[in-house]
């Protein structure tokens, strides 16, 4: 099993947010490296958890000027 990589993950500070310490156990039933987050962000409530996630593939839009990539659905770093 391998574990993401997130040392080049930009903090969300920046924009008040902060990355949910408790990590998901699987997004939408697929499964979740261990080490991806979920996003919180101030005035953003999102619609999922990432286990009961229906976003599809493509269901994700990039915050902090293109530097991170998150599901629409649920908030899951996708970078």
Request: net charge negative; with cysteine.
């Amino acid at each position: 099993m391998s574990t993401y990589d997130r040392s080049s993950i930009p903090d969300l500070s920046e924009i008040g947010g902060y990355w949910d310490p408790n990590p998901p156990g699987h997004h939408g039933g697929a499964y979740v490296a261990p080490g991806r987050l979920v996003a919180r962000i101030p005035g953003r409530q999102w619609p999922h958890t990432p286990e009961q996630c229906t976003a599809g593939a493509t269901d994700s839009e990039w915050v902090l000027d293109g530097r991170v990539l998150l599901c629409t659905g649920c908030g899951i770093d996708g970078t």
